[in-house]
């Protein structure tokens, strides 16, 4: 009788383990499935964040969905809605440029930059005058290169963004 139990659960153990070598590349293939299912009724599963706009990606480093937006015919220099706490606790309109310049992303300037966004001055200006009272310098030194600003600064006529 003792044979027969180790037997039996010897069995047990082998049909375990089989469907544990099965159980992965099982997972796998539903999830091919699932994807490619995805993709034919038009649902990107590799883009799956819906609904984020340019300056969104901007904010979150995204640079990826920025030149795809972009490609799409996403105008860089106009100005999109950023939800709340993507920047600060409220919503914002901002271009791409403001966005990536107020989280202190200036690769992404620059490839929005080199992409077809223009840097005005009068952004240009607000910008650094925020940066400027913020204290954030290395991205004030940043935006000077294209242009630096007259000292003494006058932030007066711009409004802080937040």
Do not use: K
């Not at 990826?64 to 950023?82: F, K, Q």
């Not at 935006?143 to 007259?150: K, Q, S």
């Amino acid at each position: 009788m003792n044979t027969e139990r180790s037997g039996h659960a010897g069995e047990i153990t082998r049909r375990i383990y089989a469907v544990a070598v099965a159980a992965s590349p099982l997972a796998l293939g539903v999830a091919t499935v699932m994807m490619l299912a995805l993709a034919t009724v038009g649902r990107d599963p590799v883009w799956a964040v819906r609904g984020m706009t340019i300056s969104e990606a901007a904010a979150t480093q995204d640079r990826g969905s920025v030149v795809r937006l972009i490609g799409e015919g996403v105008d860089p220099n106009a100005r999109y809605p950023v939800r709340m706490d993507v920047l600060a606790s409220a919503e914002f309109l901002v271009t791409p440029l403001e966005s990536a310049t107020l989280n202190r992303q200036a690769y992404i300037v620059q490839l929005l930059m080199d992409h077809g966004a223009v840097l005005r001055d009068a952004e240009r200006h607000r910008l650094m005058c925020f940066l400027y009272e913020r204290g954030n310098e290395d991205m004030y030194v940043y935006l000077a290169g294209f242009a630096p600003m007259e000292a003494p600064i006058d932030c007066s006529r711009y409004d802080p963004y937040w």
